[in-house]
T-cell receptor, first 116, second 109 residues
Framework: GAVVSQHPSRVICKSGTSVKIECRSLDFQATTMFWYRQFPKQSLMLMATSNEGSKATYEQGVEKDKFLINHASLTLSTLTVTSAHPEDSSFYIC????????????FGSGTQLSVL | DAKTTQPTSMDCAEGRAANLPCNHS???????VYWYRQIHSQGPQYIIHGLKNNETNEMASLIITEDRKSSTLILPHATLRDTAVYYCIVIYNTDKLIFGTGTRLQVFP
């Protein structure tokens, strides 16, 4: 099946630094990508929806200046957590949507961010 | 808000069938029902999806009621490795994909 590659899988950073997470669709073109965050023992919370070549649509309560999303190509979307703080520590997951395969929605393996 | 509701948790004996229900009473005619599962600290894994007919693959079966307001995911012979959180979501194209709380399935020996 189609593969979504998400990197890094784990990152530890100091408070105040920025962290970039990459999400790549390896063998298909993703017209839309979704970014989620997940706290322990909770469900996935949608942060934003990004379409290739246009600005991301952020969910209510998600700061667009803090969580910068770039979807510059049909195979790559990035999430940058700017000036990270300990409360940004979470599990971040991307997913990619394509109309070209039967399954249509594929998930990355997630990134565990720990801000010290 | 999520368009699906699921029981918070369920238990199942190893080797028995696990039947996970999902309510999606506000589903519209062109929305598919998708099932994913998530094992701790991993991305969700696709299981199965359907529109209105029952579906079966190597992992599971999906039974959708005639009015499409609910569905059941069936794992025919649950194993310990099936212990996970199972999410049912409804999707049409690139609508917002909101996850509900999911069902935490515990398979015991």
């Amino acid at each position: 099946g189609a593969v979504v590659s998400q990197h890094p899988s784990r990152v530890i950073c100091k408070s105040g630094t920025s962290v970039k997470i990459e999400c790549r669709s390896l063998d298909f073109q993703a017209t839309t990508m979704f970014w989620y965050r997940q706290f322990p023992k909770q469900s996935l919370m949608l942060m934003a929806t990004s379409n290739e070549g246009s600005k991301a649509t952020y969910e209510q309560g998600v700061e667009k200046d803090k969580f910068l999303i770039n979807h510059a190509s049909l195979t790559l979307s990035t999430l940058t957590v700017t000036s990270a703080h300990p409360e940004d520590s979470s599990f971040y997951i991307c997913s990619a949507w394509t109309a070209t395969t039967n399954e249509k929605l594929f998930f990355g393996s997630g990134t565990q961010l720990s801000v010290l | 808000d999520a368009k699906t509701t699921q029981p918070t948790s369920m238990d199942c004996a190893e080797g028995r069938a696990a039947n996970l229900p999902c309510n999606h009473s506000t589903i519209s005619g062109n929305e598919y029902v998708y099932w994913y599962r998530q094992i701790h600290s991993q991305g969700p894994q696709y299981i199965i999806h359907g529109l209105k007919n029952n579906e079966t693959n190597e992992m599971a079966s999906l039974i959708i009621t005639e009015d499409r307001k609910s569905s059941t995911l069936i794992l025919p012979h649950a194993t310990l490795r099936d212990t996970a959180v199972y999410y049912c979501i409804v999707i049409y194209n690139t609508d917002k994909l909101i996850f509900g709380t999911g069902t935490r399935l515990q398979v015991f020996p």
